[in-house]
T-cell receptor, first 111, second 113 residues
Framework: AAGVIQSPRHLIKEKRETATLKCYPI?????VYWYQQGPGQDPQFLIS???????DKGSIPDRFSAQQFSDYHSELNMSSLELGDSALYFC??????????FGQGTRLTVV | DAKTTQPTSMDCAEGRAANLPCNHS???????VYWYRQIHSQGPQYIIH???NNETNEMASLIITEDRKSSTLILPHATLRDTAVYYC??????????????FGSGTKLNVKP
């Protein structure tokens, strides 16, 4: 079965650079979630979209923004990167806001 | 969303049942109990969820107490591949804009040969 696809899987950026992470949800899923997981920490909710509209916001820094496009894929844009932004970033999708299925994540390293 | 409390870690012998408890004493009537697990830096994996009745699927069983203040996830025959962090999450029904899952600290299950 098709799963949530995230790209890239690994990304290395320097401080103050910009990064864009992409998420392709399971076909026909209408909700996308973004999570950040720092080393040794639990996943932290960042933001979610339902039917291409932002539906909920968690602890997402102002330097980050996200959107969901007409084809339902989503992008997380991160600017002025800091060393503390180094983390695993997970995207998840769900149908009709029920159980969420997660992708394999993007490992972002800021140097 | 209601807060959950889980033991930090548990051990289980391979082939035995793993019973993972979760306390959610402040759960509301419209809140579901979800279980996810995360195997070493992979994406969290959905296991099961329920409202008040016990649930079973191909992966696990979920037992929810009658007062709904606690639940137990049961892996009937644990294997080494079940070693993971297991998260119990309480979440309101997906109405309006409640589109988030909050992960607590979880239980690190160590399945040993």
């Amino acid at each position: 079965a098709a799963g949530v696809i995230q790209s890239p899987r690994h990304l290395i950026k320097e401080k103050r650079e910009t990064a864009t992470l992409k998420c392709y949800p399971i076909p026909r899923h209408d909700t996308v979630y973004w999570y950040q997981q720092g080393p040794g920490q639990d996943p932290q909710f960042l933001i979610s979209f339902y039917e291409k509209m932002q539906s909920d916001k968690g602890s997402i820094p102002d330097r980050f923004s996200a959107q969901q496009f007409s084809d339902y894929h989503s992008e997380l844009n991160m600017s002025s990167l800091e060393l503390g932004d180094s983390a695993l970033y997970f995207c998840a999708s769900s149908l009709d806001r029920t159980e969420a299925f997660f992708g394999q994540g993007t490992r972002l390293t800021v140097v | 969303d209601a807060k959950t409390t889980q033991p930090t870690s548990m051990d289980c012998a391979e082939g035995r049942a793993a019973n993972l408890p979760c306390n959610h004493s402040t759960i509301s009537g419209n809140e579901y109990v979800y279980w996810y697990r995360q195997i070493h830096s992979q994406g969290p994996q959905y296991i099961i969820h329920g409202l008040k009745n016990n649930e079973t699927n191909e992966m696990a069983s979920l037992i929810i107490t009658e007062d709904r203040k606690s639940s137990t996830l049961i892996l009937p025959h644990a294997t080494l591949r079940d070693t993971a962090v297991y998260y119990c999450i309480v979440r309101v029904a997906p109405i309006n804009n409640f589109n988030k899952f909050y992960f607590g600290s979880g239980t690190k299950l160590n399945v040993k040969p």
